[in-house]
């Protein structure tokens, strides 16, 4: 029996959430701590060093007797194989970059690997201090990357409203249906896509009994959305991306509509995205006439898609959901590292959603 339980023990992976204290990191330990093939080995916490996570996160009560511990990454590689870093944009690059040296595996949930042109990076967040790595990192997106993402050392997991927006997307502009330069996305987030630390537009007086749009024009993920989306279709793609605040805690709904190049039923579009999406473990796709729910993807790393051809004008709609904290964040890390880790590509994400 010994031999079994040090057997087991031997073949689990070991891992590191760093930024342990956030919403991302709370979710990935959430994730992992549950994960048949994986152990959690370290949690840091740059604020809060030192304290039982599970007095941080009292949900984590009898579940882990982890410890926060101070970011020192030759520490993190002497107890893990694989470290996820779940930290803001700008703070990960210089982490990152000392846990590669010290050989580690390394899955950055900020955006400050997503992107292969350092200049596009320059423009909407500012300076890079590791450009060196753009190169080493693959986008980590399964459904359009899972060859590269096997073999990396390095991932820079998708935003939550990208991956939202691509999903949908993707199959269309591969089968070249829709005019590449009519895209229009709207999409609404819950207000945990703004992460853990207080901001008085996120306090609940704000955004209760509210609903608004916001960085019309001018967020982030868009550059992310069009780099991903050219390197799916081949040609140069401007998306007009607006996203919205719901008062809600998790979930993302995205609706896209771009114009047909010609005429085609929604039956048609929907067996393009069936079949695109057929082998897909964590897409799924809406029958005619029902549409995505972010209730029915909440606490699980599926993505819901469904269609309507709007016939009158030309356009397909093509509408997403999934939960920001899961698909968007915490759940397509993992996924991503059961890729780079050779574990099937579910383990650990086979949760049901939280519908009611
Ligand atoms: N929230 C989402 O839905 C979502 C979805 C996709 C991607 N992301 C990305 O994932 C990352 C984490 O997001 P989040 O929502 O989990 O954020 P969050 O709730 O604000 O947590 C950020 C974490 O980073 C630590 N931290 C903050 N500033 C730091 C610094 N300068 N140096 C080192 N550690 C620092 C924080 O606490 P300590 O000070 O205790 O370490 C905390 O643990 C972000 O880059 C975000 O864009 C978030």
């Known amino acids: 029996m010994a ?3 040090y057997y087991l023990e031997y073949e ?3 891992t590191a959430v760093v930024g342990a204290t956030g919403y991302s990191g709370l979710e990935l330990i959430r994730i992992l701590l549950t994960h048949p093939q994986v152990k959690l080995t370290v949690i840091t916490s ?5 304290i039982a996570i599970s007095e941080i996160f009292p949900a984590l009560k009898n579940r882990t007797n982890l410890i926060t511990e101070s970011l020192i990454p030759a520490a993190i ?5 694989i470290v996820f ?9 210089d982490v990152v970059n000392s846990l590669v040296e010290q050989n580690m595996k390394v899955i950055d949930l900020s955006a400050d690997f997503r992107f292969r042109d350092q200049k596009v990076y320059t423009e909407w967040y500012g300076e890079h201090k590791a450009p060196l790595l753009l190169d080493k990192a693959v986008y980590g997106l399964p459904e359009l990357n899972r060859a590269e993402i096997k073999s990396a050392t390095l991932v820079g997991n998708p935003g939550c409203y990208p991956t939202s927006a691509i999903l949908p997307l993707l199959p269309l502009l591969k089968e070249k249906v829709i005019d590449d330069k009519t895209v229009v996305i709207n999409s609404a987030s819950g207000v945990t896509g703004a992460g853990r630390s207080a901001s008085t537009g996120n306090i609940f007086c704000e955004v209760n009994e509210s609903f608004k749009p916001y960085k019309v024009g001018e967020h982030r993920h868009t550059p992310e959305i069009e780099e991903a989306l050219k390197s799916s279709s081949g040609s140069e793609i401007k998306v007009t991306f607006t996203p919205h605040l719901a008062p809600m805690n998790r979930g993302i709904l995205s609706t896209v509509t771009a114009n047909l190049k010609e005429g085609m039923s929604t039956s048609k579009i929907l067996n393009i995205l069936k079949g695109f999406y057929e082998h897909e473990p964590f897409v799924r796709i809406c029958p005619e006439g029902v549409y995505p729910d972010t209730s029915d993807v909440r606490g ?3 993505c819901d898609i469904g269609v309507k051809v709007d016939e009158r004008t030309g356009r397909v709609v ?7 904290l899961v698909k968007g964040a915490a759940g397509q890390a993992v996924q991503n590292m059961n890729l780079m880790s050779g574990l099937g590509e579910d383990a650990g994400l086979r949760h049901i959603p939280i519908s009611i």
């Open 46 to 50: 740059r604020s809060q060093p030192g």
């Open 300 to 302: 699980s790393n599926y």
């Open 318 to 324: 093509i509408m997403s959901a999934l939960d920001n």
């Open 85 to 93: 870093t779940a930290l803001p944009h700008g703070a990960s690059m």
């Open 3 to 5: 031999s079994l339980f």
């Open 12 to 14: 689990m992976i070991k």
């Open 77 to 81: 590689a002497e107890k893990a194989d």
